[in-house]
């Protein structure tokens, strides 16, 4: 995974390109009507319900639109939240409050969405000792806004980005000239350039698996859109060589009977790809 440091990176560019997006020369109806020295407040009220996330981020948000923007957070990241509750008052110039205003919205909106599948996902785990992975079908630009947002909400996070983990899939496999191949010239490049970096593979059928459980030094096992009996099989044939991990269009309906299978993981792309928007909105204090 991507240090602390690359990660906070990640998120000052997505606060600076929110800003260059958003504002650009200046927020002209906020600069047209009201003073500039004018001082507000506004509270962001939640009207859904679910669990936060964002709270961090807003402050960090906040900071760099105006440094002298201060928030008094209410509730944490990661609480559960229903519809008229206050989660923290910004105060400062109010100018400074609506530059700002649709940026932090957006983001949290967006984080308290997945947050909240991610842990609807996660309490229909419970009982097993399988955890929910996500996978790299992020938005474009805000990654990891939306990994941050799946960990908030109990989560594990995957590879963050193609650099970070090795992860040998079908194409991969196909074009090396077959799975030994494949996981060889893997193994020779990382020894090459003196990267330590972990290796998943991924397996199409047991055949494969078994091909696999050949070659020493692979992490993770992806058993990709395996039925339930042969994830079954597929487990046990592995045997805790390694880790495993089962992914493939696994929903709300069929996560419970997968992680009764044995598996370590269960990966879902539908934690950031198919969430809507939680409700809320940053409302004036007068």
Known sequence: ??????????????????????????DHTSLSCIPSPAQGKANLLVKDTGIIAGVAFAKKAFKYFDEDLYVESFIDDGSHVTHGDVVFQVSGK?????KAERFVLN??????????KTNFFVSLL???????????KTTPGIRALEKWAVKIGGGVNHRFALYDMIMIKDNHI????????????????????????????????????EKILQNEGVFRILIDNFSFEDTRKAVALINGKCLTESSGGINEDTIR????????YISSGALTHSVYNMDLSLKAVN
């Open 1 to 26: 995974m991507i240090s602390i440091e690359q990660f906070e990176k990640e998120l000052d560019l997505i606060i600076k390109n929110g800003y260059r997006e958003d504002v650009g020369d200046g």
């Open 94 to 98: 109010s100018q400074s409050i609506l």
């Open 107 to 116: 983001a949290m909106q967006r984080m308290s969405a997945i947050a909240t």
């Open 126 to 136: 419970k009982g097993t000792n399988t955890q929910i992975l996500d996978t790299r």
């Open 174 to 209: 196909d074009f090396a000239g077959g799975m030994s191949k494949a996981i060889t010239k893997t193994k020779q490049y990382l020894s090459d350039k003196k990267l330590d970096l972990k290796i998943i593979v991924e397996a199409r059928n047991l055949q494969e698996i």
């Open 257 to 264: 009977k997968y992680a009764e299978c044995g598996v370590d």
